[in-house]
C-alpha cells in the first residue's frame, strides 16, 4: 500500500514564526502535492514538484515556499505565518504519468493553527 | 479550463436510504474522473476512477459511479447507505496531459440512523 506521512496531526504557532510541515511517501512517486482544504472551498492546490528540486506554483502560492531536497520528501514553508494560513494542509504523492489514471494518494493532513 | 463542479454541500439520509452524489466537469477532451471520500480528521482515500471503457465503474465500500459525456456528469451512488459513510466526498477530474487534478468543493454526507 502506499503510505504518505505527515510530521504533524496538529500544529499551533504564533503569528512570524516560521512553520514546516512534512510529507513522506514511500512508493518511489517522482509527483509531490500541497494542498490547503477550507470549508466551502475544496481543496487547492499551493505547489507542486514533480523531481527532486523541481517545482512548479499551483492556485494559491503567496506566502508559501517549498523543498524537495530528497525524492521522498516534500516540506512546506510557511515564512511568516499569519492567521490567514490557519488551514488544513494536505500532502499527495503520484508516480509520474500516473496521476491521470491511478489518481493521487494523500497524506492524513496537517491541521495548522496560527494564533 | 478544467473545472469541477459539485452542486450539493450538504445532504442528509437515513440509514438504509439511497444515496446519489452529484458532481459535474467541464472538460474539453475525455476527462479522467475520481471520487474521493474524506472521513472526519482525515486524508482523502481514493474510492472509484473512471478513465476508459465501461461508464459505470464500481468501487471500494459498495460505491458505485456512471460517466455520461452527454451531460458532462460522473455521479456517486450507492444502494443503501451506512452510519459509518458519514464523510466529506470530493470530485475530481484530471486531463491526460497533466498530472494535477482539479478537486469540487466537496458535499458533506450526514447519515441518519
Known amino acids: 500500500d502506499v503510505k504518505v506521512t505527515q510530521s504533524s496531526r496538529y500544529l499551533v504557532k504564533r503569528t512570524g514564526e516560521k512553520v514546516f510541515l512534512e510529507c513522506v511517501q514511500d512508493?518511489?512517486?517522482?509527483?509531490m502535492f500541497w494542498y490547503r482544504q477550507d470549508p466551502g472551498l475544496g481543496l487547492r492546490l499551493i505547489y507542486f514538484?514533480?523531481?527532486?528540486?523541481?517545482?512548479e506554483k499551483g492556485d494559491i502560492p503567496e506566502g508559501y515556499s517549498v523543498s524537495r531536497e530528497k525524492k521522498e520528501r516534500f516540506s512546506l514553508i510557511l515564512e511568516s505565518a499569519s492567521t490567514n494560513q490557519t488551514s488544513m494542509y494536505l500532502c499527495?504523492?503520484?508516480?509520474?504519468?500516473?496521476?491521470?489514471?491511478?489518481?493521487?494518494?494523500f497524506g492524513p493532513g496537517t491541521r495548522l493553527t496560527v494564533l | 479550463a478544467q473545472s469541477v463542479t459539485q452542486p450539493d454541500i450538504h445532504i442528509t439520509v437515513s440509514e438504509g436510504a439511497s444515496l446519489e452524489l452529484r458532481c459535474n466537469y467541464s472538460?474539453?477532451?475525455?476527462?479522467?474522473l475520481f471520487w474521493y471520500v474524506q472521513s472526519p480528521g482525515q486524508g482523502l482515500q481514493l474510492l472509484l476512477k473512471?478513465?476508459?471503457?465501461?461508464?459505470l465503474v464500481q468501487g471500494i465500500k459498495g460505491f458505485e459511479a456512471e460517466f455520461k459525456r452527454s451531460q458532462s456528469s460522473f455521479n456517486l451512488r450507492k444502494p443503501s447507505v451506512h452510519w459509518s459513510d458519514a464523510a466529506e466526498y470530493f470530485c475530481?477530474?484530471?486531463?491526460?496531459?497533466?498530472?494535477?487534478?482539479?478537486f469540487g468543493t466537496g458535499t458533506r454526507l450526514q447519515v441518519f440512523p
Open positions: 473512471y478513465f476508459s471503457g465501461d461508464t
Open positions: 475530481a477530474v484530471g486531463a491526460s496531459d497533466t498530472d494535477k487534478l482539479i
Open positions: 472538460y474539453g477532451a475525455t476527462p479522467y
Open positions: 512508493m518511489d512517486h517522482e509527483n
Open positions: 514538484s514533480y523531481d527532486v528540486k523541481m517545482k
Open positions: 499527495a504523492s503520484s508516480s509520474l504519468g500516473g496521476g491521470p489514471t491511478y489518481g493521487q494518494f
